[in-house]
């Protein structure tokens, strides 16, 4: 069965360092989303590409948040510089475009943990 | 903004009860989805339902969509040990609206 991929599971960094999280998507999604989900809390959208572009990011942190999805298949979601309050599960979804648009389907998420 | 209510936060149940969560809305949703999420993994998708009045079963899962379009339903029968885990309900208003969540029922199983 088709899986969103997600590296690393588990990142452990300082504050004020930059960190990065890659996302594959299953294949033939044409649309992509970061979440973040803070423990005790449901997942809150960040970004969402349909194909290379962006068409959501207005609960991106932009000054220090970026993401990018620049052929339009796997993503990149970057922090720099991380903050302690970061700390949380970063979260990957895809979903086909269409009428199944509203269906999305998660990966299994990176556990930030910001010193 | 739309927010999901998703009450009480935990609940604790015997193995082979039957065990209901709901989801209300402040708003009306066309789309409402059932995740369960296991701890240190993503949600995992359970049931979809796309249509006011719908009910849609999968296993001993069943959901329904409310008749308002405000709320959501859904039903784990028979519960088992594997059925430990958050399940969150989640919304969307429109084909271009994000997603909603709730804050996740945390269910635990009594052997």
């Known amino acids: 069965e088709a899986e969103v991929a997600q590296s690393p599971r588990y990142k452990i960094t300082e504050k004020s360092q930059a960190v990065a999280f890659w996302c594959d998507p299953i294949?033939?999604?044409?649309?992509l989303y970061w979440y973040r989900q803070i423990l005790g809390q449901g997942p809150e959208l960040l970004v969402q590409f349909q194909d290379e572009s962006v068409v959501d990011d207005s609960q991106l942190p932009k000054d220090r948040f970026s993401a990018e999805r620049l052929k339009g298949v796997d993503s990149t979601l970057k922090i720099q510089p991380a903050e302690l309050g970061d700390s949380a599960m970063y979260l990957c979804?895809?979903?086909?475009?269409?009428?199944?648009?509203?269906?999305?389907?998660f990966g299994p998420g990176t556990r930030l943990l910001v010193l | 903004g739309q927010q999901l209510n998703q009450s009480p936060q935990s609940m604790f149940i015997q193995e082979g009860e039957d065990v209901s969560m709901n989801c209300t809305s402040s708003?009306?949703?066309?789309?409402w989805l059932w995740y369960k999420q296991d701890p240190g993994e993503g949600p995992v998708l359970l049931i979809a339902l796309y249509k006011a009045g719908e009910l849609t079963s999968n296993g001993r899962l069943t959901a329904q969509f409310g008749i308002t379009r405000k709320d959501s339903f859904l039903n784990i029968s028979a519960s088992i040990p594997s059925d430990v885990g958050i399940y969150f309900c989640?919304?969307?208003?429109?084909?271009?609206?994000?997603?909603?969540f709730g804050k996740g029922i945390t269910l635990s199983v009594r052997p």
């Open positions: 708003s009306i949703f066309n789309t």
């Open positions: 989640a919304g969307r208003a429109g084909a271009n609206s994000k997603l909603t």
């Open positions: 979804a895809s979903s086909f475009s269409g009428r199944f648009q509203e269906t999305q389907y």
């Open positions: 294949s033939g999604h044409a649309t």
